[in-house]
T-cell receptor, first 114, second 115 residues
Framework: AQSVTQPDIHITVSEGASLELRCNYSYGATPYLFWYVQSPGQGLQLLLKYFSGDTLVQGIKGFEAEFKRSQSSFNLRKPSVHWSDAAEYFCAVGAGTGFQKLVFGTGTRLLVSP | DAGVIQSPRHEVTEMGQEVTLRCKPISGHNSLFWYRQTMMRGLELLIYFNNNVPIDDSGMPEDRFSAKMPNASFSTLKIQPSEPRDSAVYFC?????????????FGSGTRLTVV
């Protein structure tokens, strides 16, 4: 069965510094991969997604992610973090018939220090 | 479009009471999903519907939980009787069935507290 691991529960980054959030997936074929962001008390917003093609995917708010099949990873990056980026970030993989279901990782909480 | 609409936003109820959560999907989206978010278990799929038909309810925790989709524009998730361990944020999402997980739009969630 598909699964997702986010090894970092919390990450603190200084404002203006670069960010990388780690995500590893378990799936035999080419997965459908997603990154979502959740601000406190809010719903889930899609940042970006990967299905096939170019392994470097651009998303909203200046985020990007790189699919690396050899490492079963889909890490999220941002070159310069803003205080408004403080939130919880979830990596997810499409699963089940027609990849209709989303299987989420446990999330990484990003704290941004001044 | 107004997006996926969930009501209520917050619900506080006493143990043993019946709780009904509501969801209105985006017009034209024929798949609907109910997820639950807790500190202990994270985000987990409870049930999903295609064209108003339940497809996979393997995530429904126990018989106290039930979900219906009587028409394309409305779904309910009912807990009867409610227990404190049901306290969580419940999210509804909808998608065009042909897009699967790539077409999700999530609602803002219902925060349920059972005391």
């Amino acid at each position: 069965a598909q699964s997702v691991t986010q090894p970092d529960i919390h990450i603190t980054v200084s404002e203006g510094a670069s960010l990388e959030l780690r995500c590893n997936y378990s799936y035999g074929a080419t997965p459908y991969l997603f990154w979502y962001v959740q601000s406190p008390g809010q719903g889930l917003q899609l940042l970006l997604k990967y299905f096939s093609g170019d392994t470097l995917v651009q998303g909203i708010k200046g985020f990007e992610a790189e699919f690396k099949r050899s490492q079963s990873s889909f890490n999220l990056r941002k070159p310069s973090v803003h205080w408004s980026d403080a939130a919880e970030y979830f990596c997810a993989v499409g699963a089940g018939t027609g990849f209709q279901k989303l299987v989420f990782g446990t999330g990484t909480r990003l704290l941004v220090s001044p | 479009d107004a997006g996926v609409i969930q009501s209520p936003r917050h619900e506080v109820t006493e143990m043993g009471q019946e709780v009904t959560l509501r969801c209105k999907p985006i017009s034209g989206h024929n798949s609907l999903f109910w997820y639950r978010q807790t500190m202990m278990r994270g985000l987990e799929l409870l049930i999903y519907f295609n064209n108003n038909v339940p497809i996979d309810d393997s995530g429904m925790p126990e018989d106290r939980f039930s979900a219906k989709m009587p028409n394309a524009s409305f779904s309910t998730l009912k807990i009867q009787p409610s227990e404190p361990r049901d306290s969580a944020v419940y999210f509804c999402a909808s998608s065009p069935v042909e897009r699967g997980s790539s077409g999700y739009t999530f609602g803002s969630g219902t925060r349920l507290t059972v005391v």
